[in-house]
């Protein structure tokens, strides 16, 4: 029950706000500054002003009541003082509900002051800004914003609100004026001033529509951030799917009244109650209003819908899933997809042609939902690879390197003997199989599928090959370690890319995750220096990398003060007392449990073009260096047997770090999940 109100709350203090917005902009319109008394119409609506905008105040104390019942589980607490002082100091929700209101006092005073005296066009513009600032603070409250409070992650959100409500609030006033204009009889004429703001509203909604639809896209392509299987599997991509099928009818209908109705209003060959123009609008723009509503209402919903980020797909329902990494390299289907994608692009140039040349409802509708429907028909099919239950499936298992270890050994024991010790398909019994295996480390395989697919294939086998599955002989939490084990191989790989010197402003290699422990029993891991510090990963041997050991010990201060943090990870096994001498001699700490994990782990990322390293087992350095930057993506990497000098001037190293300081890249932060 709780919920229920929430959401009416919500709903009725953003309609409210809305409606103010939009019906600001309308009378801005419409006012051309040469009418001495306000029309009936105008009058009517901003009666409604002050109602709408105590409304907006309101509905967010309702809000406010209803997040404290549901934080607290206790209706009792709303009559306490301390919890809601407390809820809005020390809570971020709090603090933008404040925001949020301030500023919905804010447009009730504007509204108040403004209420006795006749409006001109500049005080309809001051209380549509006004009221664009209670939009733009709840748009700190959205999906869009939760990453993080940056102008690039609001604004998005800001506009797609700001300009809905340009276009859904005017909608009242729209009906307003089309009601004065059937009861004016000089309406008849084209010429008259309800038919010229008509039109100037109807000519600035088509591009505010279309920004709508932009800014929407932005925004559910950060929410969705690649992830859009989840718009057929999640409850929040369901109610999305609802919304745009939705915006879909409110836009056709738009259309319709924009190229039939409007006209037909401007004609003065029938009387005022037969001219159909006047009851074509009435009749379209009333279903249109109430369209608008329901879709307010499912915007509020799903603003507080789980996002798909966070949603997991434990059973995808369908047998297929399109992809174009994995198929768009296959004969003809890029000339199919291509072929469909002019097909849909003509599907849109029929709707403006029919506009022009006035075809019938049935054959403007008709001919490019025909079109469109072949268009997808012969685009999508070619872009249809098979799914599975699991191929959305999130990991239970993240990207360590326990995990990358684990899957190692288990892939040493049930899957060298077909796909090779690096997994490119060339083991021992690969000749005398009867399907050809897939390379997994060269070639883009791991890209192509998900981490859902390999488990699935790991746990099933593979329909007409000679894939078994182990689903009988290995614990899922094992079939999920084999699963990154087969990823860390593929980015390994792909970390040939990397040199002793970065690329400014570059991140692509997701190193796996590491918890260690120092030698002097402190603890922590790779993700506590996120936001902070980069990081120096030097996996060393010992006695061979003695002396770039003392090098590093010699210039600490210095690295020190550029803010940089140094790890020591031994590659190679050493006794618990050599551990404890090496150590006692180092400013930075020295790995001591967990150094074996990291060290295997972090070797498959020893391959550079120069030495790809593909025959055989491979071998590892006996010293590797790691810059991790503040965000957690390797930067560059020192081999000092293949790199030849490279950090070992410790100037350049030092020019390297003083390039990851002066950046100021915003990206995400690597997942904990390969995906």
Request: aromatic content about 10%; charged content about 15%; hydrophobic content about 50%.
């Amino acid at each position: 029950m709780v919920e229920v109100i929430a959401a009416i709350a919500r709903w009725f203090q953003l309609a409210a706000n809305m409606i103010l917005l939009g019906s600001c902009i309308f009378l801005a319109i419409a006012n051309t500054g040469k009418r001495i008394h306000p029309e009936t119409w105008i009058v009517r609506l901003e009666r409604l002003f002050t109602w709408l905008a105590i409304s907006i105040p309101i509905g967010l104390v309702v809000m406010l009541m209803t997040s404290l019942v549901q934080i607290t589980g206790n209706v009792g607490n709303l009559w306490q003082q301390d919890v809601w002082l407390g809820f809005i100091s020390d809570k971020r929700v709090g603090q933008i509900w404040s925001w949020r209101t301030l500023s919905a006092l804010m447009l009730l005073l504007v509204i108040v002051l403004l209420r006795k005296s006749p409006k001109t066009r500049w005080q309809y513009i001051l209380i549509a800004f006004a009221a664009t600032l209670p939009l733009i603070a709840g748009s700190l409250a959205s999906h869009a914003a939760a990453e993080g409070l940056s102008v690039l992650a609001v604004l998005p959100y800001a506009l797609h609100i700001i300009l809905a409500g340009i276009w859904f609030g005017a909608l009242p006033a729209f009906l307003l004026l089309i009601y004065e204009n059937n009861k004016n009889a000089k309406a008849k004429s084209g010429n008259a001033p309800e038919y010229k703001t008509l039109m100037r509203f109807s000519s600035i909604a088509l591009p505010v529509m279309l920004l709508i639809i932009l800014t929407g896209i932005t925004v559910a392509d950060r929410i969705f951030d690649g992830f859009y299987a989840a718009l057929v599997a999640t409850p929040y991509g369901w109610l999305l799917s609802i919304k745009i099928f939705i915006l879909s009818i409110i836009l056709l209908i738009a259309a319709r009244v924009r190229a039939h109705w409007l006209p037909l209003l401007a004609s003065d060959s029938q009387s005022d109650n037969t001219n159909p123009g006047k009851t074509g609008m009435r009749k379209w723009v009333r279903i249109e209003f109430i369209l608008a509503l329901l879709l307010l209402f499912l915007a509020t919903v799903i603003a507080n819908t789980m996002p798909v980020k966070h949603a997991l797909i434990e059973n995808w329902p369908f047998p297929f899933r399109f992809s174009i990494l994995a198929t768009w390299d296959k004969p003809n289907v890029a000339i199919q997809v291509w072929i469909g994608v002019f097909i849909l692009i003509l599907a849109a140039g029929a709707i403006q042609f029919g506009q022009l040349r006035n075809w019938g409802f049935k054959r403007l509708i008709g001919v490019p939902g025909l079109l469109l429907a072949s268009g997808l028909a012969i685009a999508l099919p070619p872009l249809v690879i098979q799914a599975y239950p699991e191929t959305y499936r999130r990991p239970s298992v993240p990207f360590d390197v326990i995990s990358i270890t684990n899957g190692a050994a288990l892939f040493n024991q049930h899957c060298v003997e077909c796909h090779g010790y690096q997994g490119m398909g060339n083991g021992i019994k690969s000749r005398t199989l009867s399907t050809k295996l897939p390379d997994l480390l060269i070639e883009p395989h791991t890209t192509e599928h998900t981490p859902g697919d390999f488990y699935n294939w790991i746990s099933y086998g593979m329909v007409n090959t000679d894939m078994p599955g182990y689903a009988e002989k290995i614990s899922e939490e094992d079939r999920w370690d084999l699963v990154n084990y087969v990823h860390a191989l593929s980015r390994g790989y792909q970390a040939r890319i990397l040199t002793p010197e970065i690329i400014p402003n570059k991140a692509y290699v997701k190193p796996p995750f590491f918890s260690y422990t120092e030698n002097n029993s402190n603890s922590g891991s790779l993700q506590d220096f996120r936001g902070h510090k980069a990081v120096l990963l030097v996996i060393f041997s010992w006695p061979q990398s003695q002396d770039r050991i003392e090098q590093l010990k010699q210039a600490y201060d210095r690295l020190s003060e550029q803010n940089i943090a140094v790890l020591a990870v031994p590659a190679n096994e050493l006794a618990a007392t050599e551990v404890t001498q090496i150590a006692a001699e180092l400013p930075f700490p020295a790995v001591t449990q967990g150094a074996s994990e990291i060290a295997a782990s972090y070797a498959l990322s020893r391959r550079t073009l120069t030495h790809p390293d593909i025959i055989g087992k491979g071998k590892n350095p006996d010293h590797m260096e790691f810059l991790i930057d503040r965000n957690g993506y390797m930067r560059a990497r020192w081999i000092p047997s293949i790199d030849q000098t490279g950090w070992s001037d410790i100037d350049k190293l030092y020019q390297q770090i003083n390039l990851l300081n002066r950046e100021n890249m915003k990206v995400p932060y690597p997942e904990d999940f390969v995906r």
